[in-house]
């Protein structure tokens, strides 16, 4: 399984993405292949305060829903509104929940944050750390 | 990943062959079965398309002998509910098992042979089915557990009788529905029912289980050039909800009656006695003040068994069995509901994490595929 060097991860099997103060959040491949086939996504609001390791969310397959949790603290300042059937209450008329399955660190990103001014990241777990845990 | 074995668990004789295929196994009513091969959505448009193969030996069979052939069939009509003195060898049907309150300890599909009757069992009832049978038999009737020596494959899908066919001396083409016959699967001898749990045509072969792998290994051979799919018990529950079968533990259990689950049907009341009748007359007199109805989601989430059904606030009912169905691509649920609110058309909640999400109640079956009913 892939777990990209360049990424963090939490033992909630999230990734993020550091790129200055904006972290790009999604779930690894472990999680993706746990879950089996996904089929839709509650992703927290465009503008929502989430706190680290507090559930803003949640990832439906077929078989189950699983929590999500946001790595850091801040403020979201965009979600992946391809993935969901829903987007801020309007229905979405053409959504894919499948790119999470197939291609979990690209295309099947889930939100953005806006870190939080003196947000703690010291904690996230590097690839190979994420790797020992679920191999 | 770990890979050592829970030892507590069973394994089916075709344990071996199925560990070749990439799958994910997980422990079910005690047994180590695979819930997934290809992924849940592609092994449940393989059987509605195509064609899919269950391994499902895990199932219990128990054999009801007598005298005579007629004392079987008077044990077994004694303990289910349906008729079962019409029906004539090579014929099978479908039933339940109540409680002298009524409530249901199983549902089973009882299989009339020449000489025997042979009812199967699910695999988390086995053990309770094989002695409920045995306590109540009277003298002169044997009661065998045949479940370890049984092992069980499905051939479910459109595609099912014209991969089967060439394979088999049973003539399928006049095999009707809830009818068996006997004879060669290649060279393995088979009953082959017209049976199934997806809602598609299909067929069930049971074998011993000394021949179960070279069963498997001619069904499998000749499936590679109908892209025969191995199914998973994932795809199998998310089949048989489209086409609104029951699952013990969900829908049915000692604390509902045949009534309520919408499975009145399989009652019949004029039989004669039977475990329950008196408990079953009253409850069709007095109505039920709950029943069995389908839900399509409206509003996001998908239904999960136990998830509470609610009105403007108010619980009045609970979620038995719920799932995102891959053919109508939305979430469906099966419910308990208070009577009245029932009807198709009516609109409910679902209290999905907390919140309510919108569903309707809808006709059910939520699909009907090419099953030979």
Known sequence: ?135 | MSDTATTDLQRTPLFDRLKELPAKWVPFAGWEMPVQFSGIVDEHRAVRTNVGLFDLSHMGEIEILGHDVSDAVAHVQRLVTNDVSKLVPGQCMYSVVCRPDGGILDDVIVYRFERGVTLVVNASNAGRMFEWFKVHAPQGIRVVDRSKETALLALQGPRAQDLLSPLTSVDLESLKYYHFGEGLVGDVPCVVSRTGYTGEDGFELYTHESKAVQLFDTVWEAGRQWNLAPIGLGARDTLRLEACYALYGNEIDENTNPFEARLGWVVKLDKGDFIGREALQEIKQNGTSRLLAGLEMEDRGVPRHGFEIAREGRPVGVVTSGTYSPTLEKAVALGYVEKGLHAPGGELDVVIRKAPSRARVVKTPFYRGSVKS
């Open chain 1, 1 to 135: 399984m892939l777990y990209p060097d360049e990424l963090k991860y939490t033992p909630e099997h999230e990734w993020v993405r550091l790129d200055g103060t904006t972290a790009t959040v999604g779930i690894t491949s472990f999680a993706q292949d746990q879950l089996g086939d996904i089929v839709d996504v509650d992703l927290p609001e465009v503008g929502a305060t989430v706190a680290q390791m507090k559930e803003c969310g949640a990832i439906e397959s077929v078989k189950t829903a699983s929590d999500l949790f946001s790595p850091v603290d801040g403020k979201v300042l965009e979600v992946n509104t391809k993935l969901a059937s829903r987007i801020d209450g309007q229905k979405n008329a053409d959504f894919h929940p499948e790119w999470i399955n197939q291609d979990p660190y690209g295309r099947g990103w889930l939100f953005k944050v806006e870190l939080q001014a003196g947000a703690v990241t010291s904690q996230l777990l590097e690839a190979a750390a994420y790797r020992s845990l679920v191999e």
